[in-house]
């Protein structure tokens, strides 16, 4: 993949976060629902604020990417300063980390969550 078809990907991914805006609705909590509507209200608005913290995850991702492009640094893990293989930058052009650090990323998570259980 050429930097230009790169940066066509990433600016793509930043139109597509930036069109589908979480309804403002969808996060406001109704006043005069009643108990299971609250309920119900509780858990959509969970739903929409997780969306809404995973798009703006991916934002800084993809605008950290394009960082990288412009400092000629784009396709190298940040983490051990291996190159990212061509097919996990095919399939996540944001990627920050290689398959092996993500993957320690992804476990040490999950530890924590198990210690603070
Ligand atoms: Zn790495």
Do not use: H
Not at 2 to 10: A, P, R, S, Y
Not at 31 to 53: C, F, P, V, W, Y
């Amino acid at each position: 993949m050429t930097t230009q078809e790169i940066k066509g990907l990433l600016f793509a991914k930043v139109s597509e976060l930036t069109s589908c805006k979480v309804r403002r609705e969808d996060i406001a909590i109704g006043k005069n629902a009643d108990e299971m509507d609250e309920i119900q209200q509780g858990s959509d608005r969970t739903l929409a604020l997780d969306s809404l913290t995973r798009k703006w995850e991916t934002m800084t991702l993809v605008s950290e990417a394009l960082t990288r492009i412009e400092s000629d640094t784009y396709g190298i893990c940040v983490e051990c300063d291996e190159r990212i293989g061509a097919k996990r930058l095919a399939a996540i052009p944001w990627a920050k980390y290689c398959i092996d650090c993500q993957e320690q990323k992804d476990n040490s998570i999950a530890e924590r969550w198990d210690n603070a259980a």
